[in-house]
């Protein structure tokens, strides 16, 4: 299911999300909404050609690629975050009748839960990408389709927060050297999203005269 499901139709995305399935869960669905917010962007890039956008085509092109680059990376983290589950699960049904499998479950349930840490944390790296290139062509694109280069970015902070609390139920078991240092990187990771967010929305409104 997990190699197809990028492929599958929204209706059957949708229906095995809300299932009692553990996955796709919250980090799937985050990465999802990354990758519908980086396609207004997209949408935003191809409907800013011609000679009107002239002196913005080397901007703009950039931004397509990069984007696209970037929808290829939400797909990778959407499938990575139902291994992490699956990893953490398999973790937790290894043996413990001596100290040795006690020890050797320990180390592979941490591993496991650094791993479900670090995935929705570079989706939250990959939605500052997106939303730095949403910012990047708010004040030269198409202004016919202004309202959805707003959405990019505020569908892209959407996922972002929705990583963040898949990272967060997470860091709790961790100790609290390692819950600091991941805290330190998300607490800044977030910051550049809201301020990139906020100066698209400004752009955006402004250019929109709302």
């Known amino acids: 299911?997990?190699?197809?499901?990028?492929?599958?139709?929204?209706?059957?995305?949708?229906?095995?999300?809300?299932?009692?399935?553990?996955?796709?869960?919250?980090?799937s669905v985050a990465a999802l909404v990354a990758a519908l917010g980086a396609s207004m962007t997209s949408m935003v890039g191809?409907?800013?050609?011609?000679?009107?956008?002239?002196?913005?085509?080397e901007q703009i092109h950039e931004t397509l690629e990069r984007?696209?680059?970037l929808t290829t990376i939400y797909e990778q983290l959407l499938a990575q975050d139902m291994d992490c589950f699956e990893q953490y699960?398999?973790?937790?049904?290894?043996?413990?009748?001596?100290?040795?499998?006690?020890e050797a479950r320990k180390q592979a349930l941490e591993q496991a839960t650094i791993q479900a840490i670090d995935v929705p944390i570079r989706l939250i790296e990959a939605c500052l990408a997106g939303?730095?290139?949403?910012?990047?062509?708010?004040?030269c694109c198409n202004p016919h389709v202004l309202s959805?280069?707003?959405?990019?970015?505020?569908?892209?902070?959407?996922?972002a927060q929705s990583a963040?609390?898949?990272?967060?139920?997470?860091?709790?078991?961790?100790?609290?050297?390692?819950?600091?240092?991941?805290?330190d990187t998300i607490t800044q990771l977030m910051r550049d999203i809201d301020t990139f967010k906020q100066v698209t929305m400004?752009?955006?409104?402004?250019r929109m005269g709302v």
Request: no cysteine; glycine share 6%; hydrophobic share 35%.
């Open 1 to 27: 299911m997990r190699t197809n499901l990028w492929d599958q139709s929204i209706r059957t995305f949708i229906e095995q999300a809300g299932s009692s399935s553990p996955t796709p869960g919250g980090g």
């Open 46 to 57: 191809n409907l800013s050609q011609g000679e009107k956008y002239a002196a913005y085509q």
């Open 67 to 69: 984007v696209n680059t």
């Open 89 to 102: 699960v398999a973790a937790l049904k290894l043996p413990r009748n001596s100290e040795s499998e006690k």
């Open 131 to 139: 939303v730095r290139y949403a910012k990047g062509i708010a004040d």
């Open 148 to 159: 959805d280069l707003g959405i990019s970015a505020i569908l892209l902070e959407a996922a």
């Open 164 to 183: 963040l609390l898949t990272a967060q139920i997470n860091l709790v078991s961790l100790t609290d050297s390692l819950q600091q240092k991941y805290s």
């Open 202 to 206: 400004i752009t955006v409104k402004s």
